[in-house]
C-alpha cells in the first residue's frame, strides 16, 4: 500500500510516530504490535502525558549518570517483560509431561542398571592375567 493510499489518520499517526522515536524502539525490542499503540493514540489523542516517555530527547549526545540509570532501569524492566511473557506462554501442562516422560526414562535406566550390577554379580568376568586354554594348543610341546 503506497502514501497515496492511506487513510488520513494512518498518516498522521506515521507522524506522531516520528516525533516520537521511543515507540519505534519499543516496538521493535519487545515484539509490541502496531496496531496496540495506534489504538492507543486513537483513544488518547497525540496530548495524553503518557507519549512523553517515546518524545525526541534531542541532539545532545552527552548523557548523565541519572539518565543512565534511568536507561539502565527501563532496560531491566524491558527484560522483565520479555521474560514474564514468554513464562505465560509457557504450557504447564506440556512441562508436567515431559518432566513426567523423563522421569519414567531416569526409572528404566536405573532398572537397566540395576540388572547389569546384578549380572555381574552372578558371572564375575576373569582376570587378566588368568588366560583360559586355547583351543589350538592341541600338538604344542
Excluded: C
Aim: proline share 4%; no cysteine; charged share 30%.
Amino acid at each position: 500500500m503506497t502514501q497515496k493510499n492511506l487513510h488520513p489518520s494512518i498518516k498522521e499517526f506515521k507522524e506522531f510516530v516520528r516525533e516520537h522515536p521511543g515507540i519505534i524502539k519499543e516496538v521493535r525490542n519487545n515484539g509490541d504490535k502496531w496496531q496496540d499503540y495506534y489504538e492507543k493514540w486513537v483513544l488518547l489523542g497525540e496530548d495524553d502525558p503518557s507519549w512523553e516517555k517515546y518524545k525526541k530527547t534531542g541532539t545532545s549526545t552527552s548523557k548523565t549518570s541519572d539518565s543512565t540509570n534511568t536507561e539502565s532501569k527501563k532496560d531491566k524492566q524491558e527484560i522483565m517483560n520479555q521474560m514474564m511473557k514468554m513464562v505465560e506462554n509457557v504450557d504447564l501442562n506440556k512441562v508436567e509431561g515431559h518432566i513426567t516422560q523423563l522421569n519414567g526414562a531416569i526409572t528404566n535406566i536405573q532398572s537397566l542398571i540395576g540388572q547389569f550390577k546384578e549380572a555381574k554379580k552372578q558371572f564375575p568376568s576373569k582376570k587378566n592375567n588368568e588366560r583360559s586354554p586355547s583351543p589350538f594348543n592341541i600338538n604344542r610341546d
